[in-house]
Nanobody, 126 residues
Framework: QVQLVESGGGLVQAGGSLRLSCAAS????????MGWFRQAPGKEREFVAA??????????YYADSVKGRFTISRDNAKNTVYLQMNSLKPEDTAVYYC?????????????????WGQGTLVTVSS
């Protein structure tokens, strides 16, 4: 089972950009679908983006609230998944969590999703 460590959070002004990273342990990273979720104060954790991978194909999914602004990507050689966040808004303020499962549907739906990172805080000031 992989272990996940997020980094890259911080304070940014509205309209700015941040790139989050999630480093995974283990030698089978490429077999895992990866996802980003976020939890704002007083709110439930919500899906942000997910990425699956097979040789020759990459699959990405996004929440409607971040489409066109956020981009998820992965570097299997570095065992890392990224979340590039552009045009940030104050409502993007949250703790962002990385998650992993060998099935993309599990990452997208959160049904039975068990592998999580510790989270990294993103604060967007107005």
């Amino acid at each position: 089972q992989v272990q996940l460590v997020e980094s890259g959070g911080g304070l940014v002004q509205a309209g700015g950009s941040l790139r989050l990273s999630c480093a995974a342990s283990g030698r089978t990273f490429s077999s895992y679908a990866m996802g980003w979720f976020r939890q704002a104060p007083g709110k439930e954790r919500e899906f942000v983006a997910a990425i699956g991978w097979n040789p020759g194909s990459t699959y990405t999914y996004y929440a409607d609230s971040v489409k066109g602004r956020f981009t998820i990507s992965r570097d299997n050689a570095k065992n890392t998944v990224y979340l590039q966040m552009n045009s940030l808004k104050p409502e993007d303020t949250a703790v962002y969590y990385c998650a992993a499962d060998q099935r993309l549907i599990v990452v997208v739906t959160r049904e039975g999703l068990e592998v999580w990172g510790q989270g990294t805080l993103v604060t967007v000031s107005s």
